[in-house]
């Protein structure tokens, strides 16, 4: 290996190895923008635990339809990700979230302490409608009926007053039929929605959800205002009125907000519904249950306290057995274990108990690629080469089966994860990432920093003079 080239690839190990070593004994990286007051990165690093170590909440979730072959894949995807970011404006973190077959959506969420909370506001379809009421405010949790999708013979009338639903004609000498319900017109939904944020109300204590429109829709809310100064636009949210504002003035910006008695919860839960959107797929909660954390904190410091063992074992092992390229190699599996670990905090890895498993596994997989390494380079020093001719000879001539091994244990994991995530069995998809990613630094450290470790310790050796050193 070119010196120049090694004493860069050191320079850089050495600069990744110090930023594992910041992430992995910290809980949050924060490095400050010089150019202004901002941070430039600002992120927790607390390391995230699964449901099966830390306990929480497990929901079924499915499409509230008849024929679950009917649903799109696609839909049931965008609403995965729409009740993903309904959870996490919630404040609930560390979920996971996966689709299940055709129609159910598997929900996880560690250390949850509100389970009512949170599978209310998943399974609100959150449909939101702007409705003309015309000159009657209509109170607050009144449900009404509006035209919004239905057929054209529902439309309203072009005044945009409320409509009356036509009853049937009564049997002769029955009773008289009831009143005909009060179809309203809808304006606009929650579609035409650009922005939503939470402000204080102007009465203390309350608050009230301000809202821009997206450009399409300015000019028609502000038409439909304008004309109507005086009337009640009702703001509905699944057929129910939250609030009944009348329009003062026109609204012209393209901007406005839903006031009403909300208290700071009552108004961020409805910003979010807002926020995200409907569903396109309405769910239903299928099971939810609540998970107690199955293994512990006793059993999981016995865990990690075998992954310990383990790894000093690997390392005697290294060390008596391949001598000073074992030492080497045991500083280069060290920095795959920072690396690793750094990874795990930055991305971030939810880690379970297969996680972990996956996790130590891979680092039997590292040490698999350095004894391939090694044996290959004491061969070539039996063979009379120079120890830096060995160094990149037993480097060369062992990749074929490093990259062979490495790759059908990737393919695997491929497999394990399309498994997990098309049967929401988080356990596997959390083994076969941890795996993945470890069979991947694993690939750096013994084909990148083991040998540029080698060549920068031995390089100035005579192998004439130590030849125990290498088991020889």
């Given amino acids: 290996m070119n010196r120049s080239r090694n004493n860069w690839l050191i320079v850089i190990i050495v600069a990744l190895v110090a930023f594992s070593l910041w992430a992995d004994f910290s809980n949050n990286i924060s490095i400050p923008n010089p150019f202004n007051d901002k941070m430039l990165v600002n992120r927790n690093t607390d390391v995230r635990l699964g449901l099966d170590l830390r306990g929480g909440l497990q929901t079924l979730l499915q499409a509230d339809v008849a024929n679950c072959n009917s649903v799109d894949p696609k839909e049931l995807d965008v609403t995965r990700q729409i009740l993903e970011s309904r959870a996490n404006a919630l404040g609930v973190s560390e979920i996971t979230m996966q689709t299940a077959g055709n129609c159910r959506i598997v929900a996880e969420f560690p250390g949850i302490n509100n389970p009512e909370e949170v599978v209310a506001a998943l399974q609100q379809t959150a449909l939101l409608e702007f409705v003309d009421a015309g000159t009657t405010p209509l109170a607050a949790g009144t449900i009404v009926q509006t035209d919004f999708g239905q057929t054209s013979a529902a439309q309203p009338t072009p005044t945009g007053a409320a409509a009356t639903a036509t009853p049937s004609t009564a049997a002769a000498g029955t009773a008289t039929a009831p009143a005909p319900a009060t179809i309203y017109h809808t304006v606009m939904t929650g579609a035409a929605l650009n922005t939503v944020a939470v402000q204080v109300g102007t009465k203390p204590g309350t608050y009230q959800i301000s809202f821009t429109l997206k450009s399409d829709f300015t000019k028609i809310f502000a038409d439909y205002t304008t004309n109507n100064v005086g009337k009640i636009l009702a703001i509905v949210l699944d057929k129910k009125v939250i609030s009944s504002p009348s329009i003062s003035t026109p609204i012209t910006a393209g901007e406005g907000s839903i006031t009403g008695s909300f208290t700071a919860d009552e108004a961020n839960s409805l910003a979010v519904q807002l926020r995200y959107g409907s569903l396109p797929v309405p769910v239903k909660v299928v099971e939810s249950r609540t998970v107690g954390a199955t293994l512990g904190e006793e059993s999981v410091r016995k865990s990690l306290t075998a992954g310990a063992i383990g790894l000093a074992v690997v390392i005697l092992f290294m060390a008596f057995y391949y001598r000073l390229p074992g030492i080497v190699a045991d500083l280069a599996l060290i920095t795959y274990a920072l690396i690793s670990f750094m990874l795990f905090k930055m991305i971030p890895v939810t880690l379970s108990l297969p996680g972990i498993a996956g996790f130590i596994l891979s680092i039997g997989m590292a040490v698999d690629a ?12 039996r063979a ?3 120890l830096s001719q060995a160094i990149d000879l037993g480097w060369s001539r062992a990749w074929p089966s ?38 991947i630094v694993s690939l750096f450290t013994a084909i990148i920093v083991t040998r540029t470790y080698l060549h920068l310790i031995l390089d100035n050796l005579k192998l004439g003079e130590h030849p125990r050193w290498f088991g020889l």
Avoid: P
């Fill in 384 to 386: 009379g080469r120079t």
């Fill in 370 to 381: 350095n004894v391939l390494i090694f044996e290959r380079l004491k061969e070539e020093l």
């Fill in 402 to 439: 490093i990259r062979d091994s490495n790759s059908s244990t990737l393919i695997t994991c491929i497999i394990l994860y399309i498994f997990g995530n098309t049967f929401g069995a988080s356990m596997v998809k959390g083994f076969a990432i941890n795996l993945a990613l470890g069979v």
